[in-house]
């Protein structure tokens, strides 16, 4: 081997590895992942009543269209912004608070609150499609879909 192939060599390995640390860096940031994250905290806490069906609160969160419709009380999410969200909101609020969400059962615990506002803060990503569907626990199939 001579030398500027060492040298291409070597470039190809600087750049495999910074790409790496990049990639570690982000994870370090730890963007928020709507299906495994945020989606089975809706499923398990809040989609029994926010649902077309029952629709409290005028809040359906089925899927990402309807969660973010408007209301006559306004938007419960406003992107990158989670003091402006009432779906943080109602999870911050004391308990007792007629507000606070969820009205019955205990409350979501603070890291899952906290998840929520990081979600909001990175601009609430919330795909389309049946990734981005919420159902009633027991009712996905094993598939996912
Ligand atoms: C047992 C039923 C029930 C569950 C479970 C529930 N909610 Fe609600 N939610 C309500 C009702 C009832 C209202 C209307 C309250 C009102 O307007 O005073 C409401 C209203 C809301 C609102 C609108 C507040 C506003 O200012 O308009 C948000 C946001 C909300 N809920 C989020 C959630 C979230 C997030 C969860 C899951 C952590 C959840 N809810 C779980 C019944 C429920």
């Known amino acids: 081997m001579n030398t500027s192939?060492?040298?291409?060599l070597f470039l190809m390995l600087a750049a495999g590895a910074a790409a790496l640390l990049a990639a570690c860096d982000k994870k370090a940031g730890k963007p928020v992942d709507f299906v495994t994250e945020v989606r089975p905290l809706l499923e398990a806490r809040c989609i029994e009543c926010h649902n077309a069906g029952l629709l409290l609160g005028e809040l359906n969160l089925?899927?990402?269209?309807?969660?973010f419709k408007q209301r006559a009380k306004?938007?419960?999410?406003?992107?990158?912004?989670?003091?402006?969200?009432?779906?943080?909101?109602v999870l911050?609020?004391?308990?007792?608070?007629?507000?606070?969400m969820p009205p019955t059962g205990h409350r979501i615990a603070a890291e899952e609150m906290a998840l929520i506002q990081r979600w909001i803060r990175?601009?609430?990503k919330w795909p389309t499609g049946p990734d981005g569907v919420v159902r009633a626990v027991?009712?996905?199939?094993?598939k996912g879909a």
């Not at 089925?62 to 969660?67: D, G, I, T």
């Not at 027991?138 to 094993?142: E, I």
């Open 74 to 89: 306004g938007p419960v999410i406003t992107p990158g912004n989670p003091d402006k969200s009432p779906l943080f909101l």
């Open 5 to 8: 192939r060492l040298t291409r």
């Open 92 to 100: 911050s609020l004391p308990e007792g608070d007629k507000k606070a």
């Open 122 to 124: 990175q601009g609430a």
């Open 138 to 142: 027991g009712t996905r199939s094993p």
């Open 62 to 67: 089925e899927n990402r269209e309807l969660a």
